[in-house]
C-alpha cells in the first residue's frame, strides 16, 4: 500500500536493498514500477522512452542500459526502503560489488525465458561473498517461451540455492493475468490499465496444481527449518504464518531463496513483490553488528544510533552541486556541520550537507542515523571505500574489493592547450570509480587509462568529452596481461653490497621461487637462528613486492607465485632495511629470469545466442578467435553457445557477429581468470 515516508523511521522498518541481474532482464523497470506503486513518481518511467528515473544519465538514456548505480528511496505499508539500481553488464561489475558492500538485502532479477544469464550468476556470487541475503523475481512472464518452472531449474542447478516459489502462475506468455499466492491460497489479478491487483478466490481449473505446489512448498520448507518441521511432523500441514515466519528466516540465513514472479513492464507482481522485501529481507537490526580495526584491535558497532559514528562511503560523484559522497551509517548519528573524522587520510572532515537521494535529486537532511543510505557534500578527501567515523571512537571498517583493470587505451588531448583539462578530468574519473586507473607509461609517455572492458573505457571517455568539451584521441585497446612462474628455482643467492663513501650497504638473501596454485603472491621466511633479523624480513618481503611490477618476458605483472628466503648474513655496520628491501627486490629480479616463466592473458566465458541457421559460422568465427566451446543448447529457433575466448580476440566482436547473424545475433562475456598465451614462455 501507498504510504508516505515518514519524518522518523524505527530501525526495524528500514530495508537497504539492491537489484541485481544480468543486462535486459528488467531491473530498471522494477525500480520504476516500484517508485510509481508507492507514489514516489506519478508517471510510469520506461528505459526505451529515456524517461526513467535511476537511468538519468545521457548515456544510460542513450545506450538504454544501466551504468551508474543509482539510489532512490520510497515507502511501502509504513517501511522505508532505500533502493539502489545496479548495473547489469560485466563491463560495469565493480558498481555492483560496492553497491553490495553496504546493502542488507537484494532482489535478484530473472528473464522467465532466459532463465540464470551469465551476469546473473556473476552478480549472485559477489552477493555470496558478502552474505547479502536475496529473493527472486523471475519478470517477463508475458513473453513467448517464459516458463517459470525451466527459469526455477536454471536458478537451482547454477546457482545451487534451495528456491521456494511461492506463487503460481495465472496464464502463459501474452495470457499471462495474474499469480496465485501459494501461503494465503488466494489469487492476483491485474487487468489491463489497473495498477493495483484484484484479490479473488483461486481459479476452479488451478486449484488442484495449487494446492500441489503449497505441499512442495511445505516440504521443501520443512526440510530446512526445524520449527516449521516440528510443526509439519504434528500435523502433516504448515500454516500460512509458520510458513512466512520460516521463509523469512532461511532467506537470512541465505538457506533458502523466496521466488517470485510476474511482469514488471506490464506491472503485473510488483505489489507482492514490495510486500515480500518487507517480510522477508532484513532490516538494519537484523544484520550483524559491522566489525572493524584499530590500532590493530578489532571492535564491531551495531546499527544504534546512540553509539559512536561509523559509516562507509561507496560512491562519489561530482555534480553541478558539488562533490557527493555516499554513505551507508553502520551507527550513531551525523547531523550537518558536524565534524568526522577519515582514518584512512588521517584528517577531519566538516559535513556541509546531508541529501536524501533521489536518482539526480535531492531532499534536504538535518540529520542522518544508523541504517540510512545518504549523501554529503563537503568532504574532500574521502574516496570509495574510505570509513569515516567520530574523531573520539576510530574504526576502520573493511572496503570493497577493486577488480584489476582488464582492457586499457592511451588517450591524448587533440589539441596541447586541453592537456591540463584531460589530466584533471582523468584525475577525478579514477576518483569517481576505483577500477579506473590512469598512469603514464614510461617508455612512450603516453597516458593510458585502464578499466573493465571496451564498453567501461568507451563511456568514461564519453563522460570525459560530456563534462569538460575536451576532445580526445583514444588507440586501440590493449588488454593487461600477466606473467607467471611455471618452473622455479632453488637456493638462487643475491648479495647486495655498495660503499660509495660513509655508511655502506650490505644485504645478503637466499631465495626459493615455486609456482603458487593459483593467482597471488605469497611469501615466507624460513631462515634459522636469527641470520636475517625479522625487521629486514620484512624489508625482504617489500623488496620482493617491487619486483612483482616487471616480469622478464615483456615487463607485465607477476603473478602465481611463492618466494621462500631461506637463508642470508648481515653486516654489523652496513646492513639496513633499505639495503634488504634492494636486495629483495633486484634477487627477485634475477631469480625470476633463471626460472621458467609463461605469458598470462585474460580470457572470458562468452554466451552467443543466434538464429540456427547461423551456428555454424558463428563457431568457425568463434575458433578463427581461439575460442574452446565449453556447451551449446538449442530452443525452438535459436541456439545458445558457451565458449572460453582470450579478450584479446574479442576486440570489435560485437560488429562481426551482427555481420554474420544478419543483426539478430547477441553474445555477453565475463571474465573468468588467466590462461597461459600461446608462444610466450621463456626456459632457462
Given at each position: ?97 560496492r553497491s553490495l558492500r553496504v546493502l542488507d538485502g ?454 602465481g607465485l611463492r618466494v621462500t628466503l631461506t637463508d ?117
Amino acid at each position: 500500500m501507498r504510504t508516505e515516508l515518514p519524518l522518523t523511521t524505527p530501525l526495524s522498518a528500514v530495508r537497504n536493498l539492491g537489484i541485481l541481474a544480468h543486462v535486459d532482464a528488467g531491473k530498471t523497470t522494477v525500480t520504476e514500477r516500484f517508485l510509481y506503486l508507492t507514489g514516489s513518481t506519478h508517471k510510469r518511467g520506461e528505459v526505451h522512452d529515456g524517461t526513467t528515473v535511476t537511468d538519468f544519465d545521457p548515456q544510460e538514456r542513450d545506450r538504454g542500459i544501466t551504468i551508474f548505480a543509482a539510489a532512490v528511496t520510497c515507502a511501502w505499508d509504513g517501511h522505508r526502503i532505500n533502493l539502489i539500481d545496479t548495473p547489469g553488464h560485466v563491463d560495469f561489475a565493480d558498481e555492483v560489488e560496492r553497491s553490495l558492500r553496504v546493502l542488507d538485502g537484494a532482489i535478484a532479477v530473472f528473464d522467465a525465458v532466459a532463465g540464470v544469464e551469465p551476469q546473473s550468476e556473476s552478480v549472485w556470487r559477489q552477493a555470496d561473498r558478502y552474505g547479502v541475503p536475496r529473493i527472486a523475481f523471475v519478470n517477463k512472464l508475458d513473453r513467448t517461451g517464459a516458463d517459470l518452472d525451466t527459469a526455477v531449474a536454471s536458478i537451482r542447478e547454477r546457482l545451487h540455492p534451495a528456491p521456494l516459489v511461492v506463487q503460481l502462475p495465472i496464464g502463459t506468455e501474452a495470457g499471462f493475468t495474474g499469480v496465485v499466492d501459494l501461503l494465503r491460497m488466494r489469487a492476483l489479478m491485474w487487468s489491463d490499465g489497473s495498477d493495483t491487483a484484484e484479490e479473488l478466490p483461486v481459479p476452479e481449473g488451478l486449484l488442484e496444481e495449487a494446492r500441489r505446489r503449497r505441499r512442495l512448498l511445505e516440504e521443501a520448507v520443512a526440510e530446512l527449518h526445524p520449527g516449521a518441521l516440528e510443526e509439519f511432523y504434528d500435523g502433516s500441514a504448515l500454516s500460512a504464518e509458520t510458513l512466512r515466519t520460516a521463509l523469512r528466516d532461511l532467506t537470512r540465513t541465505g538457506e533458502g531463496v523466496v521466488v517470485l514472479c510476474g511482469s514488471a513492464y506490464r506491472n503485473r507482481g510488483i505489489e507482492p513483490l514490495l510486500d515480500a522485501v518487507v517480510a522477508y529481507l532484513p532490516a538494519p537490526s537484523d544484520v550483524p553488528a559491522v566489525r572493524g580495526t584499530y590500532d590493530g584491535g578489532e571492535q564491531e558497532r551495531a546499527a544504534d544510533p546512540r553509539l559512536p559514528f561509523a559509516a562507509l562511503a561507496f560512491k562519489v560523484s561530482a555534480t553541478a552541486t558539488g562533490r557527493l559522497t555516499y554513505l551507508r551509517i553502520y551507527s550513531g548519528t551525523i547531523e550537518k556541520g558536524d565534524t568526522v573524522w577519515d582514518p584512512g587520510a588521517r584528517r577531519t572532515e566538516r559535513i556541509g550537507r546531508i541529501l536524501r537521494v533521489q536518482a539526480d535529486r535531492h531532499e534536504r537532511l538535518d540529520r542522518a542515523v544508523a541504517g540510512d543510505i545518504v549523501a554529503v557534500i563537503g568532504l574532500k578527501s574521502a574516496r570509495a571505500g574510505s570509513t569515516l567515523c567520530a574523531p573520539d571512537a576510530p574504526l576502520v571498517l573493511e572496503p570493497p574489493t577493486v577488480a584489476d583493470p582488464v582492457v586499457s587505451v592511451a588517450v591524448e588531448a587533440r589539441r596541447s592547450t586541453d592537456a591540463d583539462r584531460l589530466t584533471s578530468a582523468l584525475a577525478r574519473l579514477a576518483e569517481e570509480d576505483p577500477s579506473l586507473t590512469v598512469r603514464t607509461d614510461g617508455e612512450t609517455g603516453q597516458t593510458v587509462l585502464s578499466g573493465m572492458g571496451e564498453l567501461h573505457l568507451e563511456v568514461a571517455v564519453e563522460k570525459i568529452r560530456q563534462a569538460t568539451g575536451v576532445e580526445v584521441n583514444v588507440g586501440r585497446p590493449r588488454v593487461a596481461y600477466r606473467e607467471t612462474v611455471v618452473r622455479g628455482v632453488s637456493g638462487m643467492v643475491f648479495r647486495h653490497v655498495k660503499q660509495d663513501g660513509g655508511a655502506g650497504q650490505f644485504a645478503h638473501v637466499v631465495l626459493d621461487v615455486e609456482p603458487l596454485d593459483g593467482p597471488g603472491f605469497e611469501f615466507r621466511s624460513a631462515v634459522v637462528g636469527g641470520r636475517v633479523p625479522q625487521e629486514y624480513v620484512r624489508s625482504v618481503e617489500a623488496g620482493c613486492r617491487d619486483a612483482l611490477t616487471e616480469g622478464p618476458i615483456g615487463g607485465f605483472p607477476v603473478t602465481g607465485l611463492r618466494v621462500t628466503l631461506t637463508d642470508g648474513a648481515t653486516h654489523v655496520k652496513d646492513s639496513s632495511e633499505q639495503a634488504f628491501r634492494t636486495a629483495g627486490r633486484l634477487g627477485l629480479r634475477e631469480a625470476l629470469r633463471a626460472c621458467t616463466t609463461v605469458l598470462l592473458e585474460p580470457v572470458v566465458e562468452v554466451t552467443v545466442t543466434v538464429p540456427e541457421d547461423a551456428v555454424g559460422g558463428v563457431l568457425g568465427d568463434l575458433a578463427a578467435r581461439r575460442g574452446r566451446v565449453t556447451g551449446s543448447t538449442a530452443r525452438t529457433g535459436s541456439a545458445t553457445v558457451t565458449a572460453t575466448v582470450p579478450l584479446a580476440e574479442l576486440f570489435g566482436y560485437a560488429t562481426r557477429l551482427r555481420s554474420r547473424t544478419q543483426g539478430r545475433g547477441t553474445f555477453t562475456a565475463r571474465p573468468t581468470g588467466y590462461a597461459p598465451a600461446p608462444g610466450a614462455v621463456t626456459v632457462r
